[in-house]
T-cell receptor
């Protein structure tokens, strides 16, 4: 059962543009929603995370927007840079289930110079 | 380096052989997770430990897979009688129960290729 769906599968953005990646979840009990960045040959690294009691969280160029009623959340990367080229995963977890992460399928972002 | 470490980074084995991977978590972390990631997919949960206790196993973890975390420190993941379908990246992550958000920090992974 795919509980977290992510789109698009791939995204090409020009340097300085805005990258937007979307995720939808099914389990309304999820209580933690992180975004991870992964470079080839490396493990995922946490970028930013949000809890469902807030609708937006911003850290530097990265913003999560959260819509609890629609069961959707998105990652916005402002002023995208070539160094942001990586695969991005959204995830969700539930504290009472040991906080194990359920990941989306991933979005391969390419930022052209 | 105080991050999560995994060994080996790469493993090539023949079908039917047994393999064992090791994960060393961040020292003060009491939770340790194993995930499997196939090419082009997100990581999938396999199992997790709280201290030395294995609290949950995914149905993905067949009887050929076993994980341990003796003394609540490092962990090992063993695959017996490997199959070609076991080829994947095996990721370990650790976190501290009680920390706000319980951020999971991932290691670099062990890439397994079964011939």
């Amino acid at each position: 059962q795919q509980q977290v769906k992510q789109s698009p599968q791939s995204l090409i953005v020009q340097k300085g543009g805005i990258s937007i990646i979307n995720c939808a979840y099914e389990n309304t009990a999820f209580d933690y929603f992180p975004w991870y960045q992964q470079f080839p040959g490396k493990g995922p690294a946490l970028l930013i995370a949000i809890r469902p009691d807030v609708s937006e969280k911003k850290e530097g160029r990265f913003t999560i927007s959260f819509n609890k009623s629609a069961k959707q959340f998105s990652l916005h990367i402002m002023d995208s840079q070539p160094g942001d080229s990586a695969t991005y995963f959204c995830a969700a977890s539930l504290r009472t289930s040991g906080s194990r992460l359920t990941f989306g399928e991933g979005t391969q972002l390419t930022v052209n110079p | 380096d105080t991050g999560v470490s995994q060994d080996p980074r790469h493993k090539i084995t023949k079908r039917g052989q047994n393999v064992t991977f090791r994960c060393d978590p961040i020292s003060e972390h009491n939770r340790l997770y194993w995930y499997r990631q196939t090419l082009g997919q997100g990581p999938e949960f396999l199992t997790y430990f709280q201290n030395e206790a294995q609290l949950e196993k995914s149905r993905l973890l067949s009887d050929r897979f076993s994980a341990e975390r003796p003394k609540g420190s490092f962990s090992t993941l063993e695959i017996q009688r490997t199959e070609q379908g076991d080829s994947a990246m095996y990721l370990c992550a650790s976190s501290f129960l009680g920390q706000v958000g319980e951020t999971q920090y991932f290691g670099p992974g062990t890439r397994l290729l079964v011939l």
